[in-house]
């Protein structure tokens, strides 16, 4: 069974594009509920829809911000990150048609990051794991991100959007419903965005860059299909900063190219996927004197085979490998602290993974996916072994228990073994988790609760000077809450709420305390309603405030500076993130061959001025709160769809 649609929407940042999805439902899918899973799309089981997407307010139509609102991610700020159950963003892995998206949150900043992620409407299904996910997906720790892309497109089309923020042109060319092509290419810049609302940073570069996307398919069967996708990602940014580590301007410019290579068959009981790709990952960034540059050249390849044993049993395995190259280099200017000079260090790596996973019917309303993988990286010279069990009960129609767990390893990120002298050998990072939930109702209503405890092992992580300190513990314990339902006078609504107790080692001090993203409750209401042609919707956020280590004053280095000294670790709290955000919508056909949007938003609308950090004196004796990137903001735009 197959369903298909095809809207035309846009953003404030990414201007238009096209989207379409087609969904198969599976023989094994009489249970769909499992604990830390949320598919998206228009689905059995699904908790956020494609238009959920677009139509969040304050998401701008991101992914990342539009998955924030689902249970168990934490908000410590108004960026995109997504820090998933006691665990750090970079513990989350994006994948591109099962390859890894090198970097999903961009135009990175000591005092936040703006916004952006891959192209949402690329995707013909994006699945969000926030834990307990199955021995497919490797080298994640807390969750994954799973996007795959669209396919032929329905019909031949050129887009045209424009916004306060970006402007953007399209075109799609379907043959004979069986190949086709899409272009993408969109420029954005929030210099008209800060000319409308002002600006809440010092700005001297406004962030500004551009997206180009490419897309084939060819379906040479049913059910069999080849696929290309390719995207460069350009962004630029440069503020102004006051902070015990940084005083001055900080500028960054990320290069990101990714491409892949996607097949798809199935022949009697058997079926068969896979991809390679590759590409660069160039970021820049000059922090006041010192200049940073890492490369990251990467190439990988994920295969899987199923095989279909009957209705009610099913085995898969696979392979995958990525191989990286990464080069750092750093010039670091004298001063009356160190020497300076020039450091430059290239390491290469390597990652192979492999899996078995069973994925049975056991009763006609119990379900259990039983599986393993192994890992052998190069960097760590170390292979792992991670069990992984997921087990799904319906006692009755629309209720669902389910139980998932295991363990997981990740590979520290590359900086951290480029040692001072020599390149360091860390273990990779490892969890073991446990989820629990019960769920009761399904699309649009639905009441679903999870609880969870997570157990860390030779965590890996930065320390104020930047230098890598490993062997870290710590230990996260939550639970999530989702209702989905509609509302009086005509509205729909979903609530989340998350509560989460989550400590780790402190690299600086060694020992165990909250972690930085240790965000105690975080809530988050998505109200809608449609008025004909258009669709309104409000959101509501809130985040009690993310732990922080004060500075109680300053020392005389002897060098006519001050160096600061600091308070317990993670003693004090940030006040907590509040924001109603609100949007409107209205898509409609205004003959047969032109389609129109036009969108409006308003973030912030209480301009209450959120805390994202502290500034301090020269002499560290006096600080103030350093406001968040949204105060309150107008944005709006269009998007013409020629026929």
């Known amino acids: 069974m197959k369903r298909r649609f095809c809207l035309t929407v846009a953003s404030a940042v990414f201007a238009s594009v096209t989207f379409a999805q087609t969904g198969e439902i599976a023989k094994l899918s009489a249970v769909t509920v499992f604990a830390g899973q949320y598919p998206t799309g228009e ?103 799973d996007l795959d892309t669209l396919g032929v ?49 010092d700005y001297p570069e406004p962030p500004n860059g551009h997206d180009l996307a490419a897309a084939g398919a060819w379906e040479y069967r049913p059910g069999a299909e080849v696929r290309i996708f390719a995207v460069e990602q350009l962004q630029h940014l440069a503020l102004n900063v006051n902070l015990p580590t940084l005083r001055g301007l900080f500028s960054s410019n990320n290069l990101n190219r990714l491409g892949t290579v996607t097949w798809s068959d199935a022949f ?141 390893h990740q590979i520290p990120e590359a900086y951290n073994f480029f040692g001072d002298t020599d390149r360091l050998t860390l273990p990779p990072m490892r969890v073991n988790q446990l989820l629990g939930a019960v769920q009761v109702g399904n699309g649009d209503q639905l009441a679903r609760l999870e609880i969870y405890t997570k157990d860390y092992a030779d965590l890996v992580a930065l320390n ?78 809130y985040a009690s405030g993310r732990p922080i280590t004060p500075i109680n004053g300053g020392t005389a280095n002897g060098r006519g500076g001050f160096d600061p000294v600091y308070g317990a670790p993670f003693s004090e709290r940030l006040p907590p993130l509040l924001r109603l955000d609100l949007s409107a919508s209205r898509y409609r056909w205004v003959n047969d061959h032109l389609g129109l949007v036009l969108y409006v938003s308003v973030t912030n609308v209480l301009n209450r001025r959120n805390v994202y950090t502290y500034e301090y004196s020269g002499d560290f004796a006096t600080r103030s709160p350093t406001a968040s990137l949204f105060g309150r903001s107008v944005y709006f735009g269009f998007s013409l769809q020629f026929n």
């Open 43 to 145: 689905l059995p089981g699904s908790v956020l829809s494609s238009l959920d997407v677009v139509r969040t307010p304050g998401a701008a139509a991101d992914i990342n911000r539009a998955l924030q609102t689902l249970p168990g991610v934490q908000i410590p700020d108004e960026g995109n990150a997504l820090f998933v159950r006691g665990g750090d963003s970079i513990e989350t892995a994006t994948l591109v048609n099962g390859l890894r998206y090198p970097i999903a949150t961009r135009l990175n900043a000591p005092a936040g990051n703006f916004a952006g992620t891959l192209n949402p409407f690329e995707a013909r299904r994006i699945t969000f794991a926030s834990g307990g996910f199955g021995a497919r997906f490797g080298n994640a720790l807390s969750g994954v991100v």
């Open 153 to 201: 497109p329905p019909a031949s089309a050129v887009t045209l959007g424009g916004g306060l923020g970006a402007v953007s042109l399209g075109a799609a060319a379907a043959f004979d419903g069986h190949a086709g092509v899409r272009l993408m290419a969109t420029r954005t810049s929030t210099a008209p965005i800060f000319r409308l609302n002002g600006e809440a940073r």
């Open 268 to 408: 009697g009981s058997w079926s068969f996927n896979a991809s390679a790709g590759g590409g660069t990952l160039d970021r820049r960034e000059i922090a006041g004197p010192v200049d940073v540059q890492t490369v990251t050249q990467h190439r990988q390849f994920v295969g899987r085979i199923a095989y279909d044993g009957s209705e009610r049993l099913e085995f898969s395995a696979g392979l995958d490998g990525a191989r990286e190259h990464n080069t750092l280099a750093k010039l670091i200017p004298p001063s009356g602290s160190f020497a300076g000079g020039i450091f430059s260090a290239a390491l290469p790596g390597t990652r192979w993974g492999a899996f078995v996973e069973a994925d049975a019917a056991l009763a006609p309303h119990l379900r259990a996916v039983l599986g393993a993988r192994t890992d052998s990286s190069s960097l760590t010279h170390r292979t792992t072994a991670d069990p992984r069990l997921s087990v799904s009960w319906e006692p009755r129609k629309a209720v669902t228990f389910s139980l998932a767990g295991g363990v997981y």
């Open 464 to 541: 104020r000077t930047y230098r890598p300190v490993a062997g870290g513990t710590g230990r996260a314990d939550g639970l999530d809450v989702l209702l989905k339902s509609s509302l009086p006078w005509a509205m729909n609504g979903r609530l989340t709420y998350s509560y989460i107790d989550t400590r780790r080692t402190d690299p600086d001090s060694g020992s165990v305390a909250r972690a930085p993203f240790d965000v105690t409750h975080t809530v988050a209401l998505i109200v809608e309603r449609a008025f004909g042609d258009w669709v309104a919707g409000a959101a509501w956020r």
